[in-house]
């Protein structure tokens, strides 16, 4: 995952450079783009799912689709369509388990 980041260079949106100090964005489908928290809500319709790459199609964090996890510096998100979350929840409490350890 190091390797992959090192052979492209990161980009990000231009608020970053002039807004002062601020939380910075990354998404996972998309992990050298850099953004502010304003262009990140502006790019949610737009984000494809992470699972399947259809369009996730998810209007607000209302929905509970988007898993976010907080940094120290850096917000990571990560948006997925209904189908695949709801697919992952079932994962989650039915079954093995994500970690298959038979629990
Ligand atoms: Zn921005
Ligand atoms: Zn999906």
């Not at 492209?8 to 608020?15: A, E, G, K, P």
């Not at 399947?52 to 199609?57: F, I, N, S």
């Not at 929905?63 to 996890?69: K, N, S, T």
Request: aromatic fraction near 4%.
């Amino acid at each position: 995952m190091l390797a992959a980041q090192e052979d492209r260079s990161c980009t990000w949106c231009d608020h970053l450079l002039d807004g002062g100090p601020q939380p910075v964005v990354v998404h996972a489908e998309c992990p050298t783009h850099l953004i502010c928290r304003a262009c990140s809500v502006a790019a949610r319709p737009h984000r494809p799912c992470l699972d399947c790459g259809g369009p996730a199609a998810s209007p607000s964090p209302a929905d509970g689709r988007e898993d976010v996890f907080m940094g120290a510096v850096t917000i990571y998100t990560r948006l997925r369509c209904a189908a695949c979350c709801r697919a992952d929840a079932l994962r989650g409490t039915v079954g093995g388990g994500p970690f298959g350890n038979g629990v």
